[in-house]
């Protein structure tokens, strides 16, 4: 049988670009997000090239997360990748200035939504002794930058927990693989600046960004290696970015 993968946060960006990949490998997939609309097109269009469930739930509330996740059939209950992508950058500002809601939104759907999507799945894996967690961290996560100290936080500790992770789930035969991209133009921006297009058009200008592609691309080759080799955690830059912040612009 073919393998079975969640994806949160599959409705855009580096998440839809891993369904695609997945379903070209003939994948089943569990695909998550809010925006309904989305899921239906995801489930129409990929579903025509391997199975696809679609589960809507906000990954910040612990209920919605477990009841979702409990509606699976039996036999799709047996998941092999979980990629835990679901989130999002809300507003830039200096601490001074921040908005405690978008730093609510940050911690509890980078963090607390990770750890409750996983705390669904991993009891099975563990059960079962065999399973892969793929944690899409950010560049954000190794180097805090000024005007984001929450995203940057909430992203030091899916580090952390990617690290944790893999300390407790290895002797279960479980793989962690933490990934922490650089500027991939998603609508990662538009969020961040909620609905300024010209504003998030500039975070991409002069210079190349990584595409979902990319990084979908990296998170295939981690889960296609071989069952020896885990491949523990990958930063994955733009051609022309040395740093969170340093980007040549032409
Ligand atoms: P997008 O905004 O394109 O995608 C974000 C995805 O997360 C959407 O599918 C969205 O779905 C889902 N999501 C966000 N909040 C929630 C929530 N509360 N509950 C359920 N789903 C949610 O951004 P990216 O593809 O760029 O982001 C994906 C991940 O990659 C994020 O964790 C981000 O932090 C990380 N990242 C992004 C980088 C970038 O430069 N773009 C760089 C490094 C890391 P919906 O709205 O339908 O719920
Ligand atoms: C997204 C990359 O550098 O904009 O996590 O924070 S960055």
């Not at 669904?120 to 190794?142: D, E, F, L, T, Y």
């Not at 969020?191 to 990584?210: H, W």
């Not at 979908?216 to 040395?242: E, R």
Request: aromatic share 6%; proline share 4%; net charge negative.
């Amino acid at each position: 049988m073919s393998m079975i993968a969640l994806i949160t946060g599959a409705t855009s960006g580096i998440g839809r670009a891993t369904a695609e990949a997945f379903a070209d490998l003939n994948y089943r997939l569990i695909l998550c997000g809010r925006r309904q609309e989305r899921l239906d097109e995801l489930e129409d269009v990929l579903g025509a090239q391997t199975p696809v469930i679609t589960l809507a739930f906000d990954v910040r509330t612990r209920d919605e997360v477990e009841q979702a996740i409990s509606t699976l059939p039996t036999e799709w209950q047996s998941i092999d990748i979980l990629v835990n992508n679901a989130g999002n950058a809300h507003g830039l500002a200096p601490i001074q200035d921040g908005d405690p809601n978008d730093w609510d939104q940050m911690i509890d759907g980078n963090v607390q939504g990770l750890l409750y999507v996983s705390k669904a799945i991993i009891p099975g894996m563990v059960q079962r002794k065999r399973g892969h967690i793929v944690n899409i961290s950010s560049i954000a996560g190794k180097e805090t930058y000024a005007n984001g100290a929450v995203y940057c936080a909430s992203k030091a500790a899916v580090e952390a927990l990617s690290t944790g992770m893999r300390l407790d789930l290895t002797q279960h035969g479980i793989k962690v693989t933490n990934i922490a991209p650089g500027a991939v133009e998603t609508e990662f921006s538009m969020v961040r600046f909620k609905g300024d297009n010209e504003r998030a058009a500039k975070v991409y200008e002069g210079f190349k960004p990584l595409t979902p592609i990319d990084i979908a691309d990296t998170i295939v080759y981690v889960v296609t290696a071989p069952a020896h080799v885990t491949i523990a955690d990958l930063t994955i830059l733009a051609g022309a970015q040395a740093s969170a912040t340093t980007i040549y612009r032409k």
